[in-house]
């Protein structure tokens, strides 16, 4: 099942300069996608999340990109700190009449910010 | 800020022994779910529960799997007969709600449980 996929397994960037997270889905009834961060040992974190209806949701240093079109977003880390070093997880979801949507991740990447 | 807790951080359980994981969701959250991540593996849903029933399960949360909410702040997934196979992180979440009324809203994790199955 890769109805959503991360193909960058990791990425290293420098202190200060952007990031930029990757993430495909295939599923053309997904219509809320969400960033998580995760660090080990801990549950993921939810950092932004974007509804279909929009293209750009900023928030502080992040900011997502939605491309319903390519079916396809991303997430900017601008600027990126070492402190964001952790893995990225993308999450889909499909709008459901109960309203309890069952969130589809992708497999992550390790980003790395060297100071 | 409010936090989705769970407990314990590491069973370790013989196969074919019951064991139950434990969750405190946020406490205005009205939507629960249940994910687990086997070791290098995606993070793969299991279950969600709105009131007071399942929502929506998986196909890997068979007949073994229950949930239950059996108080107004704790939430619980239990597995009856435990297999090799079912070692790995399990992970509580809750949100305030999903699409309905037109607004979508994020799920919170826990830290997770990890279990071990000998």
């Known amino acids: 099942d890769q109805q959503v996929k991360q193909n960058s397994p990791s990425l290293s960037v420098q202190e200060g300069r952007i990031s930029i997270l990757n993430c495909d889905y295939t599923?053309?009834?997904?219509?809320?996608f969400l960033w998580y961060k995760k660090y080990p040992a801990e549950g993921p974190t939810f950092l932004i999340s974007i509804s279909s209806i929009k293209d750009k949701n900023e928030d502080g240093r992040f900011t997502v990109f939605l491309n319903k079109s390519a079916k396809h977003l991303s997430l900017h880390i601008v600027p990126s700190q070492p402190g964001d070093s952790a893995v990225y997880f993308c999450a889909a979801s499909a709008s459901t009449q109960g309203g309890s949507e069952k969130l589809v991740f992708g497999k992550g990447t390790k980003l790395t910010v060297n100071p | 800020e409010p936090e989705v807790t769970q407990t314990p951080s590491h069973q370790v359980t013989q196969m074919g022994q019951e064991v139950i994981l434990r969750c405190v969701p946020i406490?205005?959250?009205?939507?629960f779910y249940w994910y687990r991540q086997i070791l290098g593996q995606k993070v793969e849903f299991l279950v969600s529960f709105y009131n007071n029933e399942i929502s929506e399960k998986s196909e890997i949360f068979d007949d073994q799997f229950s949930v239950e909410r059996p108080d107004g702040s704790n939430f619980t997934l239990k597995i009856r007969s435990t297999k090799l196979e079912d070692s790995a992180m399990y992970f509580c979440?809750?949100?305030?709600?999903?699409?309905?009324?037109?607004?979508?809203?994020?799920?919170?994790f826990g830290d997770g449980t990890r279990l071990s199955i000998l």
């Open positions: 406490s205005n959250h009205l939507y």
């Open positions: 599923n053309s009834m997904f219509d809320y």
């Open positions: 979440a809750s949100s305030q709600g999903g699409a309905t009324g037109g607004s979508n809203q994020p799920q919170h």
